[in-house]
């Protein structure tokens, strides 16, 4: 068996932040996992939905591996990128690295690994390789994907050739810490700041605070959206819940990020940010579950209830945001 040694196998919440622990872990920089999705400007909001969906999707971050190319930019790293269309040349990207003793980044379709319990398509996933033999590939997933985990050789081949929405070819990344990294704590205000001026003044009305506010109109109509609410609702719930999001849609992350920044910082700001996000947080985990309820039961009045909740969530996270982007160095 080939393999990187001294690698951290702990999985975390997310499968990004879980992927990007295990690389900087093994040069040294032990990051938590929400100052690592904070640095990387990773907090956002989309309402997804179209003609080829079955169910519309909301989503809490900024698209996939662009935390990444965020977090390496604010603390100096070393990011090389390899992506090609050639199954061959893309077995050779990553087995270089980790004959070298370095774990490597993939983005790949979660549907064909093996350990994975939901079978369902996502393109953008994240993991981090660093050994293999003969026949299978050893990985580090999220804590609720098993941390440690292994997949034959030919499940992460499908895997990583994979086509659809959020996938890339055969994408896979290292990281190099520089001998002299500047200090997390000199990179947040422009991390936040950075995050917060987006989430305010969104391209499209589908994402930030205008999303939010778009989908608490929408959510109401969600029963006459599907055939299926006793799936399609509770699917939706879970996916704000457990699917990787640290819970709350990724807004307990923020909210930890926040708290940690709080006590680097000296700043009313943040503190009003992090305050705004602890009850931001709590209404996330309600209106999950009232759209699970409203599947569970056909209630049309918990979808109702739900669309006020977030309704009043992008006027408490725009609220917050406007306090963060006041922050100065």
Known sequence: MAQAEGIGTRG???????????????????????????????????YWDSKNMGFPFLGG???????????????GLDLVVEETGSPRRAWENVRAPIDAGRPVGLQLDSYYLAYFGAKVHFGGHVVAMYGYDDHDAYLVDTEQQGGAVSTSLASLAEARAARGPMTAK???????????????????????????DAFLDPPIANLGHRGIEKAGKLVRTWLRRTDNPRRDLPQAALLMEKAGTGGALFRNLYRDFLAECAEL?????????????????????????????AGEAGGEQCLQQAGTVLLDLSRIEREAMRALSRLEA
């Not at 622990?21 to 640095?39: A, N, T, Y």
């Not at 971050?61 to 603390?75: G, H, I, M, Y």
């Open 12 to 46: 975390m919440q997310h499968c990004e932040t879980t992927a990007l622990g295990v690389l900087l872990r093994h040069q040294g920089l032990d990051l938590s996992e929400p100052m690592l999705f904070g640095l990387g400007s990773g907090l956002s909001f989309v």
């Open 61 to 75: 971050r900024v698209k996939p591996f662009e935390l990444t190319r965020n977090l390496a930019a604010a603390l």
């Open 170 to 196: 055969h994408r896979s990344f290292t990281l190099t810490v520089p001998r002299k990294p500047p200090s997390p704590r000199d990179r947040i205000v422009p991390a936040v700041t950075a995050c917060a």
């Open 265 to 293: 910082l000296d700043s009313d700001h943040l503190r009003t940010g992090h305050t705004l996000y602890a009850e931001a947080a709590t209404l996330w985990t309600e209106a999950a579950a009232l759209i699970k309820e």
